[in-house]
C-alpha cells in the first residue's frame, strides 16, 4: 500500500493550491481518505475526508467552506482544492487512508499514510 501526496507549495494569502493524494494498494470503494495537517510545533490535526464509496465528504470548521476535498474511484485519486488560503494553513499535510471514517475524524488514526507535502502561505 502507498500513498503519495503531492501539490504542496509557497503561495500568498489568498491564494490556492490543488492536494492530490494517489492510493495505490487500497481500493478508494473500501477506503475512506482523510486530510490531517501539522503546523510547527503542534499537533497534528484533523482537516477533511471523503469517505468510501460514494463518498460523503466532512470538513474541521476552520476550513470549511475554504476547502473541497473530492475523488476519482476510477483513478485512485483524492484531491483537495485549498481556496483563500490563511498563514495559520501553513503546515505538512498528509493523507491517510482507513476503512473507519470515524476512526480518521475523532481518533485522528488512520491505517495508512502518506509521506506528508508542505504547505507555506505567506503574509
Known amino acids: 500500500v502507498q500513498l503519495q501526496a503531492s501539490g504542496g507549495g509557497l503561495v500568498q494569502t489568498g491564494g490556492s493550491l490543488r492536494l492530490s493524494c494517489t492510493a495505490s494498494?487500497?481500493?478508494?470503494?473500501?477506503?475512506?481518505i482523510g486530510w490531517f495537517r501539522q503546523a510547527p510545533g503542534k499537533e497534528r490535526e484533523w482537516v477533511a475526508t471523503?469517505?468510501?464509496?460514494?463518498?460523503?465528504?466532512e470538513y474541521d470548521d476552520s476550513v470549511q467552506g475554504r476547502f473541497v476535498v473530492s475523488k476519482d474511484n476510477t483513478k485512485n485519486t483524492v484531491t483537495l482544492q485549498m481556496n483563500s488560503l490563511q498563514p495559520w494553513d501553513t503546515a505538512v499535510y498528509y493523507c491517510a487512508a482507513d476503512q473507519g471514517y470515524l476512526r480518521i475524524r475523532y481518533g485522528g488514526y488512520a491505517e495508512y499514510w502518506g509521506q506528508g507535502t508542505q504547505v507555506t502561505v505567506s503574509s
Open positions: 494498494g487500497v481500493s478508494l470503494d473500501v477506503y475512506s
Open positions: 471523503v469517505r468510501s464509496g460514494d463518498g460523503p465528504t
